[in-house]
C-alpha cells in the first residue's frame, strides 16, 4: 500500500511539472501585448535589450514557458526589435538578449551584411510590424571578416564577402602587424568598421527607416559580441544630414 501511494505521488508531481518547464516558470506565458510594446520608447527597448545581455553575461536568465509562449503568439506577434545578425552558430539573439518567443525579429547573413531584400525585411518589421530598434550585431572571430580580409572567393559567397570589403578599405594598414586573417587586431578592427558601414549603408538604401529614424520613432544601432565572455557592447553611429 505504502508502495502504491509513493507511486501515485511521483506520477502526480511529473504530469504537474513537465521535464521541460523551467524551474520556477510561472504558469501564465510573459508574452508583451501590443499596447505595451508600442508604449516604449527606441531607447526603453535598446535599454531592454542591454539589461537582457547582462542577464545572459551573469547566467540569470528569465524563467520561461516556451510552449505556453509558443501558444500566446500563435495568432499574432508584437515584437518590438529586428536584429541583422550572422548565420554563425554562437550568436543566436534570443539567447544573448536573454528573450522568449515573438520579442524580436531576426535576419540572419554571413558577415551581418545588407542588400536590398535585407533592407526590405527590416522595412517590414519596423514599418508594418511596429519594431521600435534595428540592431547590426556582429561578433568576434567570423569567418566572413576572416574571408573578406584574405579577399576568399568561392561561388555566391564571393558576393557576400565583397560587401565587407568597404570595411576592411576603411581601416586599411592603420593595424600594425600581418594585414591577413591571422591578425586578430586587424580582425578585431574588420569585425568593428563592418557593423558601422553596415548600419550607413543600411541607412542609405532605406529611406523609409532613416525617415523614422530621424522622427524618433526607432534607433538604429551597431552591436559587437564577444564570442569569449558573452558581453554585448552597442555602437552609436550618428546619423549624416
Not at 518590438?80 to 552558430?89: E, Q, Y
Not at 536573454?98 to 535585407?118: C, H, M, Q, S, Y
Not at 518589421?125 to 574571408?147: E, N, P, Q, R, S
Request: hydrophobic content about 40%.
Amino acid at each position: 500500500m505504502k508502495h502504491l501511494l509513493s507511486s501515485t505521488l511521483l506520477l502526480s508531481l511529473c504530469l504537474a511539472a513537465p521535464l521541460w518547464a523551467d524551474p520556477g516558470s510561472a504558469a501564465e506565458p510573459q508574452v508583451r501585448t501590443k499596447a505595451q510594446r508600442d508604449a516604449m520608447t527606441p531607447q526603453q527597448v535598446l535599454d531592454n535589450f542591454r539589461s537582457g545581455n547582462e542577464r545572459f553575461v551573469r547566467g540569470e536568465r528569465k524563467a520561461r514557458d516556451l510552449m505556453a509562449e509558443q501558444r500566446a503568439t500563435a495568432s499574432g506577434q508584437h515584437p518590438s526589435a529586428v536584429v541583422l545578425s550572422c548565420m554563425d552558430s554562437r550568436a543566436p539573439a534570443e539567447f544573448l538578449f536573454d528573450k522568449g518567443i515573438g520579442e524580436t525579429f531576426n535576419a540572419r547573413i554571413a558577415g551581418n551584411v545588407i542588400n536590398p531584400d535585407l533592407a526590405g525585411s527590416l522595412e517590414f518589421a519596423c514599418a508594418a510590424a511596429g519594431a521600435k530598434l534595428v540592431v547590426v550585431l556582429g561578433h568576434g572571430d567570423c569567418g566572413a571578416i576572416k574571408g573578406a580580409i584574405d579577399h576568399v572567393e568561392m561561388g555566391n559567397l564571393t558576393g557576400v564577402l565583397d560587401r565587407i570589403q568597404p570595411a576592411v578599405t576603411s581601416v586599411g594598414s592603420s593595424v600594425a602587424g600581418e594585414q591577413t586573417s591571422k591578425n586578430p587586431a586587424l580582425v578585431t578592427a574588420v569585425t568593428r568598421a563592418n557593423v558601422v558601414e553596415t548600419v550607413k549603408e543600411l541607412r542609405r538604401l532605406s529611406p523609409i527607416l532613416k525617415d523614422l529614424e530621424n522622427q524618433g520613432k526607432i534607433k538604429i544601432v551597431a552591436a559587437l559580441y564577444d564570442v569569449e565572455t558573452g558581453k554585448v557592447d552597442f555602437i552609436e553611429v550618428p546619423t549624416s544630414p
